[in-house]
């Protein structure tokens, strides 16, 4: 189970930080996401923002279970 919640975390993340990098600097849309849902340009930060809390909570439980 964490490591399908890495594995999406990780793609939360590119897809985030792709999407935002498109649409401030290229005026373009990048990555899959964009074809889902329309999100305005800070929404594509809390998709990456959601990647990395799903990554530190896979994280630190795989600690929990080890200690």
Partial sequence: MRGIVNI????????????????????????????????????YLGVAAAGVVAIIWADSAKKREGS
């Fill in 8 to 43: 999406v975390g990780v793609i939360a993340i590119i897809q985030g930080l792709a999407g935002f990098a498109g649409r401030m600097w290229f005026d373009s849309t990048w990555g899959f996401l964009h074809r889902l849902v329309d999100l305005p340009l800070p929404g």
